[in-house]
């Protein structure tokens, strides 16, 4: 709930609404609208609906809504996790090599002893 609340405070900060205005539009208190935003109230299907339609969105789309800043900066967390993973990767083959030469080596060995 508290990332939904985020979403819906980003939304109303990009309109320029203030709680009371939201609240006012959803017919609801302004501390309930707060509660709302803050994740500490649950929201049902009717009123997720009510505040989609304020926001001019399906539910679908606002419960999938994400900030672009906020995505770039897991896509970019992501690409450096991938970046680890393949140089981990490389690591991985360059000992997987190093322990075939060996054994090969080993090998050698024991055919000329």
Known sequence: MKTLGKKIRLLR???????????????????????????????????LEQISILFEMSVVQLLTFNDAEQEQKYNSELDAVIKKLSDREAEV?????????????????????
């Open 93 to 113: 083959i360059d000992l997987q090599k190093k322990v075939i030469e060996l054994y090969e080596e080993l090998r050698l060995n024991k055919v000329t002893a």
């Open 13 to 47: 900060h990009q309109r320029g609404w203030s709680q009371e205005d939201v609240a006012k539009r959803l017919d609801i208190s302004i501390p309930a609208f707060s509660k709302i935003e803050t994740g500490i109230t649950d929201i049902n299907l009717s009123r």
